[in-house]
């Protein structure tokens, strides 16, 4: 938690939120999430990035997938952001603070389609990590509103990983 937060050159006064939680607490769930925020990101502008870029025989069906996807991790990531802000923190909100927390790494260029694939899958998996990581914090504060967005990050990454990794089979 101490790294991410001196990362994020966040102040230790957060915005007062009105909550049981120590402030504490909030910073490390908020720390999780402000990782969650940077990976969905990633995910989102790679995803996009491939659907623009996508070609092969595969076209069509992965350009609708990529479409209804990074639709997706564009509504997850405001969703990410108000939460981290519910916790009293500010949010990241720039490139170099993504890049920094980010466990998807970033590329330029576009790879032939069944690359596009399996480096999809394994952002989708690394997302589903990132949040069950947070989810012991968030369960021992008792705080329900972030273990249901953490369940439903984790079930939607999940399953999206079980549709690429179909693809590749």
Known sequence: MDETLRELDWEATTMKARTEMPMKV?????????????????LYLKTHGYHWNVTGPMFQTLHTMFETQYNELWLAVDGLAERIRTLGVKAPASYAQFDKLSSIPDESGAPPARQMIQRLLTGHEAAARTARAILPDAQQAHDEASVNLLAARIEVHEKTAWMLRSLLE
């Open 26 to 42: 909030r910073l490390e769930i908020a720390a999780g999430f402000s990782r969650l925020l940077a990976d969905t990101f990633g």
